[in-house]
């Protein structure tokens, strides 16, 4: 069976932003827009097929001419971001062919994605109903209160980060959405929006370099470890 293979890449929205001024995927990291990053990952990668990508509204028209400058031409729409990310995931579901039967989410927050990575996890989704980045936990983690007063400790459980890309069945993940949005639950993992359909999630290991750039240092430190 021909798995037709989409990609649904987030770079608006409240969850992208640094500041009230900045917005993560239009910084600039060692010469070029932090979103195309990704797109370009996604234009290698031979298992997707497409790309809608959810951006703010205001920018819809800079981000098409940017779109075109760096030759992804896998994207194939863009559309507004909403009020929260689920909200601009389940618009974009409900926007894709029923021939597509796999999605990859992924935020351009994370630059740092591969070809190889994204394929990676739509195999893992062709095989299994998903395939989800993520990274085993080497430290020991601990549950804090209020205070920073250690609640509990975890030691003997295998515990990991989940990332992004992330990818699914198309149809099992937005019933899995569509559940949560009747429980007026919010969330900006995938993943657990698949687990609410009681099908299990298959992890696929990343690497530790495919950070979420959340703040200024995280921008500096990225920028120096790739001209490394």
Known sequence: ????????????????????EATIP??????????????????RCPEID???LIVDKERIES????????????????MPAAVHRQGS???????LDEEVKVVT?????????TAEMISETVKAAKRYGSGVAAVA???????VEKGLTVKNSFEDISLWSVQSPQTFKKDVLLKGYEALAKKKIQTEDDSLAYEKTKESVH??????????????????SLTKLLKS
Not at 26 to 43: D, H, I, M, W
Not at 89 to 95: F, Q, T
Not at 203 to 220: A, F
């Open 137 to 143: 936990l080497k430290d020991y983690v601990k549950e």
């Open 26 to 43: 239009y910084l600039y990291l060692n010469g070029k827009p932090v979103l195309t990053y990704s797109l370009q990952a996604f234009e």
């Open 203 to 220: 992890l696929v290991e990343s690497k530790p370099l495919n950070i979420k750039i959340r703040t200024v240092d995280d921008l500096s």
């Open 63 to 78: 981000v098409t001419g940017m779109v075109q400058m760096f030759g992804c031409s896998k994207v194939k729409k863009l």
């Open 50 to 52: 497409g790309v809608i």
């Open 1 to 20: 069976m021909v798995h037709n293979s989409w990609a649904i890449v987030i770079a608006g929205g409240k969850g992208e932003q640094l500041s009230a």
């Open 89 to 95: 995931v389940i618009s974009a579901l409900k926007e």
């Open 105 to 113: 989410i992924h935020d351009t927050s994370r630059p740092c994605i």
